[in-house]
């Protein structure tokens, strides 16, 4: 079993910085796939990053490349998800996520754990 707890998320202006923080508690593996994902409202849950525990792996989404990026830090069991040059369509729920599948993740289907979302909201 894995829990996920996400923090950092607020309002912030456009052009903006925010780092949102999911704290791992439970067993996770060299392979287990951390992620975020956000919703926007009236959409569906998108994938924005995600990184093997390993370091190994990482992706991001186009939309978010070059201003977003996400890391780990094993010390802490927790990833994070850096935002730069925030603009108001990042406005979303941001979910962190883990999945031990050992492809696909980029799909929000084969995550099986997810936190209880934070809310970024970026005015222009």
């Known amino acids: 079993q894995v829990q996920l707890a996400e923090s950092g998320g607020g309002l912030v202006q456009a052009g903006g910085s925010l780092k949102l923080s999911c704290t791992i508690s439970g067993r996770i593996f060299d392979s287990t796939a951390m992620a975020w994902f956000r919703q926007r409202p009236g959409n569906q849950r998108e994938f924005v990053a995600a990184?093997?525990?390993?370091?190994?792996?990482?992706r991001h989404a186009d939309s978010v490349k070059g201003r977003f990026t996400i890391s780990r830090d094993n010390a802490r069991n927790t990833v994070y998800l850096s935002m730069d040059s925030l603009k108001p369509e990042d406005t979303a729920v941001y979910y962190c996520?883990?999945?031990?599948?050992?492809?696909?993740?980029?799909?929000?289907?084969?995550?099986?754990?997810w936190g209880q979302g934070t809310q970024v909201t970026v005015s222009s």
């Open positions: 990184l093997r525990w390993n370091g190994g792996n990482t």
């Open positions: 996520a883990a999945s031990h599948a050992l492809s696909g993740v980029t799909l929000a289907r084969q995550y099986t754990y």
